[in-house]
């Protein structure tokens, strides 16, 4: 994830871990891998601790990582080699400005950095993906939806979630969407503690998690 004015590497060496680092990928982007809609190679954007890179990798995926949090790379890259994962790689990126993989990538994923980019900046995360994609190349992102991070109250800083339109104009301006449909977003119900009273109420799946409500939205790169 990026965020200007967060400290990433600190929220990646705290304990607990940050609430989307749930020691697995998440449900609705596992499915699809089940499903199998994902086309080598693979962009994690955004990839945190990388759960979801090093799923992919074990199935045969050729998959890059790419996060602004030198903390989450150094540990994706350890439990790749710990794994014996070597068709995964990882590198520290300023995911709304990164270049190199002009048209490389034909599947794009994106698990909650949405609503972290700073204000501003989604239409240069737009461009750079974009750029990164081969044409008819797919792309998922999984965001929040608003208020599930108790952004209706005015007085809330930091990050927000957005209403289905706001999501489709935002990735629209380049990409052509096909889907957005409603979707759970897990947490890590141990740094629930931390993330106050709009979560008190939060569903919980028994399993050491929070569910909070999101869309996934499914959109590709026209091939001309």
Known sequence: MT????????????????PWSIGRPQPELAALIDQGKIRSDVLD???????????LAARGYTVVGLDASATAIKAAAALAAERGLTTATFAQADI???QGYDGRFSTILDSALFHALPPGSHQ????????????????????????????????RPGSRGYTETELHDAVATLWRVDDIRSANLYGNAAALEVLGPAFAEAERDGE???????FLLSAHKPER
């Open 3 to 18: 965020q200007s004015s967060l400290d990433w590497d600190a929220i990646y060496r705290q304990e607990p871990r940050p």
């Open 208 to 214: 050491g998690h929070f569910l909070t409500p999101g």
């Open 45 to 55: 954007s955004g990839c945190g601790h990388a759960e979801l890179s090093l799923a």
């Open 96 to 98: 709304t400005n990164f």
């Open 124 to 155: 240069d995360y737009a461009r750079s993906i974009f750029q990164a994609a081969a044409p008819g190349a797919r792309l998922y992102i999984l965001a929040f939806a608003a208020g599930a991070l108790g952004d209706d109250d005015p007085d």
